[in-house]
């Protein structure tokens, strides 16, 4: 009887094999008998939308000005369209492809902004959640913390999006990643820091939006453990009361806080 069961399941799974085939055969067939594409949709991964619009995706993907809609599928090359689409600064992968009914498909993922830059200069960039520099969103502005002060953005980094901690780029903004990672840790911090700057020393200071003081970091190292002092200032030390008792809380020094009363 289980032998007889396993000779039936292997002749269906050859007969599904064999089908398959078939219909593959029958796809490819109707490419090389010149079918034309029906159809061109656009769908973004969850989370996607914000930052790369269907339309700048259908317009690199005209090329030369012509739509896929009514080309033979043979036609289209699906390489050379995904490469147009990964030029798109904030698109982080895509995937182009056709169907069997006759579509051409465009699947985006965008890269996520996590904190605005401005440098010593006033030029602005933007650094993604995988730490990569970006230009500023043309057609969405987002609601981002930002970090300015001294240090230098290369343009030719931001336009070739590069890693910003990559050598030979300046030091400080591996520090800035740094930070903005710290500020992502928690949405608190997103949220109540949405100003820091950097002086020639490299050391952080912040200016929270609620309570009328100053916080200091110091230089970008033992991070997790200062944004740890602070959680702990802030529940037990810092309540509605004491908002504006302080004018600087002060990180800088190992194992303490030193705070500045008005």
Known sequence: MKNKLQHILRTAAAVLGACGILVLLGFVGSIRSGAVCEAFDVAFAPGSGDFVTEEAVR????????MPVGLP???IDTRRI???VLALPYVKSAAVYKTI???LIAEVAEREPAVRLIDAEGRHAVIDTDGYLLPVPEHRRARLPVISGAF???P????????AADEGKDPRLADCLAYAEMLRSDPLW???LQHTEVDA???FTAFPQVGNHTIVFGKAERLEEKFDALAVFYRKGMDAARWNKYSTVNLKFKDQIVCTKK
């Not at 317009?59 to 000005?65: D, N, R, S």
Request: aromatic share 6%.
């Open 156 to 163: 030719a980094a931001v336009e070739h999006r590069l890693y």
């Open 152 to 154: 230098r953005i290369d």
């Open 59 to 66: 317009e690199v993907t005209a090329g030369e000005g012509k």
């Open 82 to 84: 995904e490469q147009a």
């Open 101 to 103: 009914d006759r579509r």
């Open 201 to 203: 020393e490299g050391e």
């Open 190 to 192: 997103y949220a109540q």
């Open 73 to 75: 599928l043979g036609e």
